[in-house]
């Protein structure tokens, strides 16, 4: 399995931007699909987006397609999601996550998690 640390959570006004930043370490982070997902209080937790191994394709939920990017460096074993125009919906415990082999959206696919950052959006 890999390690994952996010990092770049915050309290941002609504309309403004974030970038979530996840260190892989361990196994080989490029054999992975990397994910972000996120969970508000009292939901269950939903996808947000997922990145193919190489980069070159990536998925996105309805909810943030247009504001929010994700990307990978493989040489820097990161995955990145920038995040634009954000609205107080989005506030929650981002995660991201590792898979080696599964469906991209669903969360029980993944393999490993990162302990999660806080993005809080103020009205």
């Known amino acids: 399995q890999v390690q994952l640390v996010e990092s770049g959570g915050g309290l941002v006004q609504t309309g403004g931007s974030l970038r979530l930043s996840c260190a892989a370490a361990?196994?080989?982070?490029?054999?992975?699909?990397m994910g972000w997902f996120r969970q508000a209080p009292g939901k269950e937790r939903e996808f947000v987006a997922a990145i193919s191994r190489s980069g070159g394709t990536t998925y996105y939920a309805d909810s943030v397609k247009g504001r929010f990017t994700i990307s990978r460096d493989n040489a820097e074993n990161t995955v990145y999601l920038q995040m634009n125009s954000l609205k107080p919906e989005d506030t929650a415990v981002y995660y991201c996550?590792?898979?080696?082999?599964?469906?991209?959206?669903?969360?029980?696919?993944?393999?490993?998690w990162g302990q999660g950052t806080q993005v809080t959006v103020s009205s």
């Open positions: 361990g196994r080989s982070f490029s054999n992975y699909v």
């Open positions: 996550a590792a898979m080696s082999a599964g469906s991209y959206s669903v969360p029980r696919s993944y393999d490993s």
